[in-house]
């Protein structure tokens, strides 16, 4: 029962600029709460990728980027690289479920 | 580093509970929350509630109240989730994550616990 809702599934060439949306509405991200991103490779925990909407953990390559606008947030990924394969979420605060909430994810795939 | 450690994989029949544990190491325990979040097979993830190790005090999603519990031991820096009345529904894997209070990201997780319930 996702409140926030992505494509689930992308793909791009090694190199290419892919971008992952992630839905809101005026109870979480359209209240101002920030958006937050988090990488699954297969098999493995979630992994914070952005914080706070565009900003990135120390380790986090500067090829993935954030972006929040309105009800909805979008996450990029530039120079798309095999290790890019993964499961992405989004993540923020609801006031009105007075909880927090994740996307649906995404599947990212690198052809 | 911060490192949260969880216990190993349940298997439990429908009706029972289960209790998973994860222990924090590496950071002041009591300054941060930590979360509960699972993922059942092929799904996405859903946060059950969060637990502030300080005061005790904790904060269910509504879809779990009544069923899941979560309590800490400062001692030994662990915190516990236990989940009643198991159905084939609650087959999935259980992670924990800290939180900081004021801020609603969560990072680092645990390695996550495997729940399957099954007759």
């Known amino acids: 029962q996702s409140v926030l809702t992505q494509p689930p599934s992308v793909s791009g060439a090694p190199g290419q600029r892919v971008t992952i949306s992630c839905t809101g509405s005026s109870s979480n991200i359209g209240a101002g709460y920030d958006v937050h991103w988090y990488q699954q490779l297969p098999g493995t925990a979630p992994k914070l990728l952005i914080y706070d909407s565009s900003n990135r953990p120390s380790e986090v390559p500067d090829r993935f980027s954030g972006s929040k606008f309105g009800t909805s947030a979008s996450l990029a990924i530039s120079g798309l690289q095999a290790e890019d394969e993964a499961d992405y979420y989004c993540?923020?605060?609801?006031?009105?479920?007075?909880?927090?909430?994740f996307g649906t994810g995404t599947k990212v795939t690198v052809l | 580093q911060v490192q949260l450690v969880q216990s190993g994989a349940e298997v439990k029949k429908p009706g029972a509970s289960v209790k998973v544990s994860c222990k924090a190491s590496e950071y002041t325990f009591t300054n941060y929350y930590i979360h509960w979040v699972r993922q059942a097979p092929g799904h996405g993830l859903e946060w059950m509630g969060v637990i502030n190790p300080r005061a005790g005090s904790t904060s269910s999603a509504q879809r779990f109240l009544g069923r899941v519990t979560m309590t800490r031991d400062t001692s030994t820096r662990t915190v516990y989730m236990e989940l009643s009345s198991l159905g084939s529904e609650d087959t999935a894997m259980y992670y924990c994550?800290?939180?900081?209070?004021?801020?609603?990201?969560?990072?680092?997780w645990g390695q996550g616990t495997m729940v399957s319930v099954s007759s």
């Open positions: 993540q923020s605060y609801d006031s009105g479920l007075s909880g927090y909430v």
């Open positions: 994550a800290r939180g900081t209070p004021g801020l609603n990201w969560f990072d680092p």
